[in-house]
């Protein structure tokens, strides 16, 4: 039989929070696996927001944190397509029997909580491993199982300070800035799916399942491994640099016609050898900064970087960024845009490779999201199912998949071990 | 150590600079046989990148290029060249996996593109790496870190609001992108046995725009334009220690008060929020980074500390986790470099330093594909290898 997607038929169970784990799952998800997220109603994934809604209506459609606030939530609807949500209380010990009975029919184990937490639930991997002999599992804990910082809770900005990554981005020397994205959860997400297909490819292989451990901060660290080395070869580490570069010039962000507020306007121009440089004063028609002594080499623009991005800026304010862009890029000159979320709704490359896609979630409305950013001959195109609202597939994944019937189903809510709504 | 879990699997790498090498770094430290093919004489572009590169040796001490090529093989190929071409083709015959990140149109030009390899070998996989992708208006477009930190919106959140935008000072699309590939690459291996050979095409812009995560979402949920913040968000949370800075985020609420009061050892008062930042900045200015951390994790607080590069390669985290593996090499000695990204428990990694340009060649050409000292030197005198 011919496989559609390359993880069809693989059962994934996602005990994974914020936004590392969940993107990871969601690749994985995109990719065919059935992706089962479980949460608590004591203790729903925090990125649903309080029961009652943020105090900043601007995070729900439309402003209206609705009756379900919980459910609302793009950034949660973003990490979450294509999961099935099963509200679920491990710490109770039907609960506890009814993920063990999951793990029993499952592929992949994957969470992020800090090192301690499978322990103190009892479900650490040799516990999963007796339920399911080859069982792939991935911990995503901040810093490990092991080291001083093992217990140390970690978020995205705690790991971008950590690691040195802030310390490389500012507009000075020695100025340091977090990235504004958190890079540290998005390069997390990349090698959890990563490190699941590895270990999936591995029990393909051997027949044999493991335990996997990404330490987030390690994750991060081979980001950066070229500074690594550079800090170990010159005994010092490497400074911010702006939106300069160290030989290239010009280099940087000047300003365009049309920018309002949150959506200014900006181009980007990175000239790397003399015949990008010539394009652009020819694109320019500016025939004497070709004939100018002080531009004539790169490592005398480096020198004149000054007055050159003044002479540019009075030149790129005079269009707009798209219009500048494509002007340039037509001449042969490494230019960009800088785009702002809005701007990729209409971006013809974003459209043309559909990496925005929408989806209609009952609660939230027809929404967009990303699109996969993987693609593949084989593979074709599909849009994504919506995030799960809280305990929105109880029933479905008991039922079908455990074979429970509606009486116990009844009771288990009655209970409170599963449910569909925030404790509080 | 177990075996690792690519082991025997057989990678041909077409890639330079850093999308692509970063990928087939993944893919030689978790096991598999990666042969790196370099123009003869020039090598790749990253050779000659950082501020160690260039003088005697010039070729073998650019950081990122020793960084990004660690367990590879090297094999300088001139693949305009007939024989350079045979040569390929010979070993993309028994291979798994192609790695190239050209121009779109390039493989195509020098008659290796999807169509003609796999139709050689209808086992193969080829992974695509390039800037904005195969397909779509920009395909041909060229692109730098900076451009393509802007064309993804990256740069649009980096930085204040009050000043221009700004990059990441490490190149967060490119690495991004050779993750992706890697991770894109492992499925496509997975279902190969089934589906066959595919072409998986990963464009850094693509990959770049997830980074924004949901921003997009933002946008189309209530038509709100995220920007940057005031000052980056860079001072609220960043307090003096004695030997640098700790980033604490003040206690809000009564509870997390009390749990301060603890480590400060003085009652504090929620209602008071300007002693409680007084009482605070004074205790944090007498302990150092380390201890504040400690202090402060162990009371639930997820306090961390502003490192740079030099201070957490000697971090006792890092140290204590062997994270940093120590590699010789012939022209740049012993140096530390970044371990792997996650650790299997059934299955193990390879390090060794990346190879000088060239230096496997003997050892492909006539070891593996059984050709003569003779032919070698000749290809050598006429640059072909």
């Excluded at chain 1, 004591?42 to 927001?49: E, Q």
Aim: glycine share 10%; charged share 20%.
């Amino acid at each position: 039989m011919s496989m559609t997607l390359p993880l069809e038929g693989c059962r994934i169970l996602s005990l994974t929070n914020h936004w590392a784990g969940p993107s990871a799952v969601r690749m994985l998800a995109d990719m065919g696996a059935q992706a089962i997220k479980l949460e608590a109603t004591k203790r729903p994934d925090p990125a649903r927001g309080p029961k009652q809604g943020h105090r900043d209506r601007r995070e729900y459609p439309g402003d209206d944190a609705g009756r379900d606030p919980w459910n609302r939530v793009p950034r949660f609807n973003e990490r979450h397509l294509g999961n099935l949500d099963v509200a679920l209380d491990l710490s109770h010990a039907s609960g506890k029997k009814i993920f063990l009975d999951l793990v029993r029919v499952s592929d992949v184990v994957v969470e992020n909580f800090s090192a301690r937490v499978m322990h103190s639930l009892g479900l650490e991997y040799e516990v999963l491993r007796a339920a399911k002999p080859d069982l792939v599992m991935l911990s995503m804990p901040g810093f490990g199982q092991s080291g001083p910082w093992k217990n140390y809770r970690s978020f995205g900005p705690t790991l971008e300070y950590l690691s040195g990554m802030a310390a490389l981005t500012g507009y000075e020397k020695g100025e340091s800035m977090p990235s504004g994205i958190l890079i540290p959860d998005f390069m997390g997400a990349l090698n959890g799916a990563s490190a699941v297909l590895m270990g999936l490819y591995h029990r393909n292989q051997t027949g044999e399942g493991q335990h996997i451990e990404l330490a987030q901060l390690e994750g991060t660290l081979c980001l950066l491994g070229d500074a690594l080395l550079q800090t170990a070869i010159t005994g010092a580490a490497p400074k911010a640099q702006g939106n300069r570069h160290e030989s290239f010039a010009p280099h940087g962000a000047f300003p365009c016609k049309g920018g309002v507020g949150s959506e200014e306007a900006w181009i980007t121009i990175a000239v790397t050898d003399e015949p990008q440089w010539q394009a652009l004063c020819r694109a320019a028609k500016k025939s004497e900064w070709l004939s100018e002594p002080r531009y004539a080499s790169m490592v005398s623009r480096k020198v004149h970087e000054q007055e050159l991005n003044a002479a540019l800026v009075a030149w790129t304010v005079k269009f707009e960024k798209y219009q500048l862009a494509h002007l340039l890029q037509r001449a042969g000159v490494p230019a960009a845009p800088v785009l702002n979320p809005r701007d990729f709704f209409g971006d013809p490359q974003v459209l043309a490779r559909k990496m925005l896609v929408q989806v209609d979630h009952p609660s939230a409305g027809l929404r967009s999201y990303h699109g996969t950013s993987w693609k593949m001959s084989g593979v074709p195109h599909r849009d994504p199912q919506p995030a799960p609202m809280l305990g929105q597939h109880n029933r479905f994944v008991l039922q079908d998949i455990l074979g429970m019937d509606d009486a116990a189903i009844d009771a288990l809510e009655r209970e409170g071990v599963i449910g569909s709504e925030p404790l509080k | 150590m177990a075996a690792p879990a690519l082991q025997g699997l057989r990678v041909l790498d077409l890639t330079q600079l850093i999308s692509g090498p970063f990928c087939t770094r993944l893919f030689a430290l978790y096991g598999a046989d990666v042969i790196k093919i370099e123009r003869p004489r020039v090598g790749d572009i990253a050779r000659r990148h950082g501020g160690a590169a260039g003088g005697a040796d010039g070729l073998e001490r650019s950081p990122a290029f020793l960084y990004l090529n660690t367990g590879k093989q090297s094999l300088t190929l001139d693949l305009k060249s007939a024989t350079g071409l045979d040569i390929f083709m010979r070993l993309a015959r028994d291979a798994d996996l192609v790695v190239e990140n050209f121009r779109p149109g390039v493989m195509d030009r020098l008659g290796i593109g999807y169509a003609a390899l796999s139709k050689l070998n209808p086992k193969l996989l080829m992974v695509s790496i390039s800037n904005f992708g195969q397909t779509g208006p920009y395909r041909d477009y060229q692109a730098t870190e900076l451009n393509l930190q802007a064309w993804s919106g990256i740069m649009h959140l980096g930085g204040e609001r009050e000043r221009e935008p700004l990059r990441l000072g490490y190149a967060a699309a490119q690495y991004a992108a050779g993750q992706n590939a890697f991770a894109a690459a492992l499925a496509a291996l997975l279902m190969r046995s089934t589906h066959g050979s595919q072409h998986v095409d990963i464009a850094i812009m693509d990959t770049a725009l997830m980074s924004l995560n949901s921003a997009p979402a933002h946008y189309s949920y209530n038509q709100q334009v995220q920007g940057r913040r005031p000052g980056g968000g860079k001072n609220s949370e960043r307090h003096r220690a004695s030997d640098g800075y700790v980033i604490a985020k003040l206690p809000r609420n009564a509870v997390e008060v009390e749990r301060l009061s603890k480590i400060v050892g003085q009652p504090l008062s929620a209602d008071n929020a300007e002693e409680v930042a007084a009482v605070f900045g004074r205790w944090v200015a007498a302990h150092t980074k380390e201890q504040v951390m400690a202090a402060g994790q162990k009371a639930q607080f997820a306090w961390g500390a502003l490192n740079d590069t030099q201070e957490i390669m000697a971090s006792p985290q890092i140290s204590e986790r062997d994270f940093l593996q120590y590699l010789d090499h012939p022209v740049v000695g012993k140096l530390p470099y970044a371990g792997a990204p996650f650790r299997m428990s059934a299955a193990g990694t390879t390090f060794s330093a990346a190879p000088t340009l060239g230096q496997h060649n003997r050892e492909i050409l006539c070891g593996r594909l059984g050709y003569s000292d003779g032919e070698l030197q000749q290809w050598a005198r006429e640059v072909v290898i």
